[in-house]
């Protein structure tokens, strides 16, 4: 796909990965829908519009389905149809099995999970009769290993990958692709608050001795988006932690 003039929404792009994102995306020209659950700051829109590219923020919770579907409408309301949506919002809340509450559980599996197919399942209603779109959602290698700790996190990830090889199935017969990438260890908040000596393991860990920066995941989003033959695939871009 040309993403010259194509309208991108992007969960979780106020900063990380997702922010990364929406910079690679609109600097191959693609307006810019930006998301996160807090209002999304004049500066960050500006930013993004300097690109030369339209630029919206929409601030909302992905895993409450109104405000999904809602956001949804306003997007295309205010720039036309979606062309390409990165489900990228995640969270994690991590802690050994035996101490994770029902709770611990369920807000992971709600915001990663269901958030996915909050913000899916309206705008594929959309996709279907546009007859074009791109799907890409965020899964992680721990969906697909596992880890320690991450009981809640891994079996959202794990979901994710389902998820997206069902849509993929799906929605292929009307020129729709829907994709994963599995991150390995990245350096974003997310990974801020791991101690140094757990960096200094992951990095022993990690066959390429680093760990990835949001914009190896960004160039991934725009190489799928760009592909209109791969679809039910989930790339793993971990510096070769899952080989
Ligand atoms: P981050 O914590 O830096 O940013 C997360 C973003 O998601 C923020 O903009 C936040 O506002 C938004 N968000 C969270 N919950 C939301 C909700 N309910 N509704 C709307 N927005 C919400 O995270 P990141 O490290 O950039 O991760 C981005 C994605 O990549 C996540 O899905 C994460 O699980 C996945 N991932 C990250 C890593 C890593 O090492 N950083 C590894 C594997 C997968």
Do not use: W
């Not at 990958?161 to 292929?172: H, Y």
């Amino acid at each position: 796909m040309e993403l010259q003039g194509k309208n991108v929404f992007i969960t979780g792009s106020t900063r990380g990965i997702g922010l990364a994102m929406a910079k690679a995306f609109a600097q191959q020209g693609a307006n810019i829908v930006l998301n996160g659950r807090k209002e999304i700051s004049e500066e960050l829109i500006t930013e993004i519009k300097n690109f030369g590219v339209n630029c919206i923020g929409l601030s909302g919770d992905i895993s409450d389905f109104s405000s999904a579907k809602q956001m949804i409408e306003q997007a295309q309301e205010q720039l036309g149809d979606i062309h390409v949506l990165v489900n990228n919002a995640g969270m994690n809340n991590d802690k050994l099995l035996l101490r994770m509450k029902e709770e611990d559980f369920e807000s992971v599996l709600k915001v990663n999970l269901t958030g996915t197919f909050n913000m899916t399942q309206p705008l594929l209603k959309k996709m279907l009769k546009q007859k074009q779109g791109v799907i890409i959602n965020m899964a992680s290698v721990s969906g697909l290993t596992g880890n320690v700790g991450q009981a809640n996190y891994a079996a959202s990830k794990a979901g994710v990958v389902g998820f997206t090889k069902t849509v993929a199935k799906e929605a292929a017969s009307h020129g729709i692709t829907c994709n994963a990438i599995a991150p390995g260890f990245i350096t974003t908040d997310m990974t801020d608050v791991l101690s140094d000596k757990v960096k200094t393991q992951i990095n022993e860990t990690v066959p390429l001795q680093r760990l990835g920066n949001p914009e190896d995941i960004a160039q991934t989003a725009i190489f799928l988006a760009q592909n209109p033959y791969i679809t039910g695939q989930v790339i793993s871009v971990d510096g070769g932690l899952t080989m």
